[in-house]
Each structure stands twice: as structure tokens, then as C-alpha cells.
């Protein structure tokens, strides 16, 4: 009797699936099957590039290079992923990517944070010069600040340093984090939560620390994860500032890998070292996309 009862409901949604289909147009009919195909169409166009490198990596190099090419492993193994860690020292470049990245990210949402509420709070002579300013620097193409940014990096004596690279970040994060959590302030914190709060006993940072930082927490973590993904994925301002040594990144390891250790040989310890340098900005998107999207979308709307 269990079994009959929990297997109803399958039948009764495939039923009113098909009743649904019945009763479309055939204009409605035709139109969700075309955004159906073009969709799986994207999505193909879109994974083939991650699946062909997961594949890879558990292939050996003949496969991986073999005409036609052979779509599955004949026999999976892990010998590449060895191999990636013995021709690079893949898991200290890990460790790099990985402290540059938390500790541009933490650095880069603390000063937002303390920017974007002075902003969205105080009206103050040159406040609209300075969003301008702020607006402006995100226009700049990348490329054009390599040789300023190299240059005084390198004055500071900063250069191959942990340090320059992560102060690096920190600039070009700032500008697209202090817009965005200025909009957020402003839309998701009303001054009434302030004035409440003031009224309570708080001083103005007993407000901002105990009262705006947990509401907009979904438009902080959003800032963070996006400094986060965008220090961890960087190749060329790592290729630049720090290349030396046990010091590198992974982004830059792996480039290194292609000149020193990526012959046709090991071209499946290659891409089992891109699915190293993948897993851990994919595992924190995971974790925290949800706030990622809330984080995104709040402000977006005015009600």
C-alpha cells in the first residue's frame, strides 16, 4: 500500500504534463521547443570547453590527442593529477592564489565597506567628484595601467612580493566594490535603521558595525566573492608583479607548466592541473551563490 501511494504522484505530473502539451497552440508548441533546442544548444556550446578539460584529465596523453577524439576515458586514472604535482609544485602555487585572493578580498571589502557608507550617508563639498572619479577609473582599460602600476610597484620595492600583488587587487577591486555597496547602502539600509539605533545608545559606528553591516551582508559577501574570483582567475597582473619563484600563483604556474613541462607528453597532467586551479573558486561559488544573487539583484527594483 506504501509503495502504491508513493508512486500516485509521478503518473497524476506526467498526466497534467501531457494534458498541458494537448491544449498549447501549435505556435506556443513550437516556440518552447525552439527555446528548449537553442538552450541545450548554449548550454553544449557553453560546458564542452569544461568537460573536454575534465575528461582530459583523467585520460592518458595518446587519448587526449587522438583522431577522432575519443569522448570518455578507456580507462580512468589518476596518474596525471601526479604527474601536474611533480613537474610543478602545484599545490604551493594553490596556497599562493589562494592567500593572495582571501587577503585582497578581506582588504577590499573592509575599505568599501568604510567608503560606500561615508558616500551613501554623508553629503559633504566634492563627494559627486569623487563617484566620478570613482566611475571614471572603470572606463580605463586594463592594459593601459600595466606600465604606471609596474613601475611605481616596483619603486616600493614591492615587486615579487606578496604584498605589491595583493595591494594590486585591492585598486582594481575598490572602484566597482565602493559603487556597488554605496547602492546597496543606500537601498537595503534606510536611515530610519540608523536613527534607531542612535536613538538606542549606539554611537554612529555602533550603528554602521551592529546594525548596517548585517543587513547588507548579502551585498558584502557579493563584493567579496567577486574580488575573490577575479584575484584567483588574474594571470596577467600575477604574470607581471609576481614571477619568480615558489612565489607564483597557480594561474601563472599553470602557464609556466605549458613552456617547461607541457609537451604533447603531458598534456593530460595540463589539464588535470586547470581542474586543480577550477575547484576552489567553483567550491566558494557554490557555497555562496545564493547570497552572490541576492547580493546582485537587491537595488535593482525600487519600491
Not at 159 to 179: Q, R
Not at 188 to 204: F, K, T, V
Not at 262 to 286: E, R
Request: charged share 10%; hydrophobic share 55%; with cysteine.
Amino acid at each position: 500500500m506504501m509503495t502504491i501511494a508513493a508512486s500516485a504522484p509521478a503518473p497524476r505530473a506526467r498526466f497534467g504534463a501531457m494534458r498541458r502539451l494537448a491544449n498549447m497552440s501549435p505556435t506556443d508548441l513550437v516556440t518552447r521547443i525552439l527555446i528548449l533546442a537553442v538552450t541545450a544548444l548554449l548550454l553544449a556550446y557553453i560546458l564542452m570547453p569544461v568537460f573536454w578539460m575534465v575528461k582530459s584529465s583523467f585520460q592518458s596523453s595518446a587519448e587526449v590527442r587522438a583522431m577522432p577524439p575519443v569522448w570518455l576515458p578507456s580507462e580512468w586514472t589518476l596518474q596525471p593529477y601526479f604527474n601536474a604535482n611533480r613537474l610543478i609544485p602545484l599545490w604551493r602555487y594553490v596556497a599562493n592564489s589562494m592567500f593572495v585572493s582571501v587577503s585582497a578580498a578581506v582588504l577590499s571589502t573592509i575599505i568599501a565597506c568604510s567608503a560606500a557608507y561615508v558616500l551613501a550617508r554623508f553629503r559633504f563639498p566634492g563627494a559627486n567628484i569623487i563617484l566620478a572619479l570613482i566611475l571614471l577609473t572603470n572606463l580605463i582599460p586594463a592594459i593601459t595601467r600595466v606600465f604606471p602600476i609596474y613601475f611605481f610597484v616596483q619603486d616600493l620595492g614591492l615587486l615579487n612580493s606578496y604584498v605589491g600583488l595583493i595591494l594590486a587587487y585591492v585598486g582594481f577591486s575598490l572602484p566597482f566594490a565602493v559603487l556597488m555597496l554605496r547602492g546597496y547602502f543606500e537601498g537595503a539600509a534606510p536611515p530610519e535603521l540608523e536613527e534607531a539605533a542612535l536613538i538606542d545608545g549606539c554611537s554612529h559606528f555602533g550603528a554602521f558595525w551592529r546594525v548596517i553591516l548585517p543587513v547588507c551582508l548579502p551585498g558584502i559577501a557579493a563584493v567579496s566573492i567577486f574580488t575573490f574570483i577575479n584575484a584567483w582567475n588574474d594571470f596577467m597582473w600575477a604574470s607581471l608583479l609576481l614571477n619568480q619563484g615558489d612565489l607564483k600563483t597557480i594561474q601563472v604556474g599553470i602557464g609556466d607548466f605549458a613552456s617547461e613541462g607541457g609537451s604533447p607528453q603531458y598534456i593530460n597532467a595540463f589539464m588535470a592541473a586547470c581542474v586543480v586551479a577550477t575547484l576552489p573558486a567553483l567550491g566558494v561559488f557554490i557555497i555562496v551563490q545564493r547570497w552572490l544573487v541576492g547580493g546582485l539583484t537587491a537595488g535593482s527594483v525600487k519600491s
